[in-house]
């Protein structure tokens, strides 16, 4: 049997074109792979800056409302503390009898048989207007409903401006 070399060496020559072709191949394509892993790579590099920048401006407005709502928390204490004190002095001056509350009474009814004197103090504001002096208890009572109105109206002033604060930083609704 004769070995037909001719068959062989073309063969031979043929799977070599094959795989050198393969190997062109490879190289082409691989280069394109690491081009366009590196475009990738490049891509999500943009995007994770970006979105590190657009996380510490969300920080930034965080702080600075956190700050705005600091000092609006210590006016609000303060106010409260001067409102508190405010209200004690004069819970302590009614209760001294240093200060007595009043009520300016209708003169029509003191025409028709009230008891109270017609003419107020020298020390009076209002010229000859007919006063009735409050019981030092009455006067404790309303001493305390006023402060816890105080109290009220400072604590919906805080939460207005609380309100005010955290709407201006939200976008507007749809």
């Known amino acids: 049997m004769t070995v037909p070399w001719r068959l062989i060496g073309l063969l031979a020559l043929a799977l070599a074109g094959a795989g050198s072709a393969w190997q062109v191949q490879d190289w082409r394509y691989g280069n394109q792979l ?20 657009a996380q510490q401006a969300e920080q930034d407005k965080r702080l600075a409302l956190e700050q705005r709502l600091k000092a609006s928390e210590q006016t609000r204490y303060r106010a409260l503390n001067d409102a508190q004190r405010d209200q004690d002095r004069l819970r302590d001056r009614l209760a001294t009898a240093d200060l007595r509350l009043s009520v300016l009474i209708d003169a029509g009814d003191a025409a028709q048989g009230c008891c109270v004197p017609a003419t107020s103090g020298a020390g009076g504001v209002d010229h000859a207007a007919v006063r009735a002096r409050l019981d030092p208890a009455h006067a404790q009572r309303i001493v305390a409903i006023t402060d816890e109105g105080d109290r009220g109206l400072i604590a919906l002033q805080a939460c207005q401006a609380y309100v005010k604060a955290i709407s201006s930083r939200a976008p507007a609704p749809p």
């Not at 790579?41 to 979105?51: D, G, P, S």
């Open 34 to 53: 690491a081009e366009q892993s590196r475009l990738h790579t490049e891509t999500l590099n943009r995007l994770t800056q970006a979105a590190a920048t």
